[in-house]
T-cell receptor, first 112, second 111 residues
Framework: QKEVEQNSGPLSVPEGAIASLNCTYSDRGSQSFFWYRQYSGKSPELIMFIYSNGDKEDGRFTAQLNKASQYVSLLIRDSQPSDSATYLCAVYPSDSNYQLIWGAGTKLIIKP | DTGVSQDPRHKITKRGQNVTFRCDPISEHNRLYWYRQTLGQGPEFLTYFQNEAQLEKSRLLSDRFSAERPKGSFSTLEIQRTEQGDSAMYLC?????????FGPGTRLLVL
């Protein structure tokens, strides 16, 4: 059974601080990793994707991938109240390039 | 580019009725996906189309669910004889490659 695990939270972070969200996956052969943000009652919105080991930065967001340890993380710098949402991690398994395996999401709360 | 659209946005129906949802993907996206999401869970894969061909259907999906994508453009998802357990958000996504973009979803409530 291929799985993606996330801490459900809630993760509470003060405004202006760095929020760190983590995700682990079971399929060692996975190659593509995605972070989506989902506001309550809305649909998932793509934040970032990462394919290679290391860091990938986009504005206030940094995705980090460590394939040897099978985890991917998302850092949000200078957290804003508008970042309060559920963050979903999604991974393509080694045997599919269309059926994403999803974590249940981490609820992030940014406190003013 | 107008993004993925879904219709209706909300649907309330009585148990035993049939419902149909529509998804219009981003133009020129040849891949289309349907998901179901319940509270506190990630999206659950239902089915996948490449152009007009339905290439994968979740084994968890009962025969009451059917999807079509005629001519490789919009897609419809039909649920026959709805049950209370079908209450969920139904999400459609489209892509040209691996990165999937979601529509706003259709929220279904079965009474």
């Amino acid at each position: 059974q291929k799985e993606v695990e996330q801490n459900s939270g809630p993760l509470s972070v003060p405004e202006g601080a760095i929020a760190s969200l983590n995700c682990t996956y079971s399929d060692r052969g996975s190659q593509s990793f995605f972070w989506y943000r989902q506001y309550s009652g809305k649909s998932p919105e793509l934040i970032m994707f990462i394919y290679s080991n290391g860091d990938k930065e986009d504005g206030r967001f940094t995705a980090q991938l460590n394939k040897a340890s099978q985890y991917v993380s998302l850092l949000i710098r200078d957290s804003q109240p508008s970042d309060s949402a559920t963050y979903l991690c999604a991974v393509y398994p080694s045997d599919s390039n269309y059926q994403l395996i999803w974590g249940a999401g981490t609820k992030l709360i940014i406190k003013p | 580019d107008t993004g993925v659209s879904q219709d209706p946005r909300h649907k309330i129906t009585k148990r035993g009725q049939n419902v149909t949802f529509r998804c219009d993907p981003i133009s020129e996206h040849n891949r289309l996906y349907w998901y179901r999401q319940t509270l506190g869970q990630g999206p659950e894969f239902l089915t996948y189309f490449q152009n007009e061909a339905q290439l994968e259907k979740s084994r968890l999906l009962s025969d009451r669910f059917s999807a079509e994508r005629p001519k490789g453009s919009f897609s419809t998802l039909e649920i026959q004889r709805t049950e209370q357990g079908d209450s969920a958000m139904y999400l459609c996504a489209s892509s040209t490659g691996e990165t999937q973009y979601f529509g706003p979803g259709t929220r279904l409530l079965v009474l």
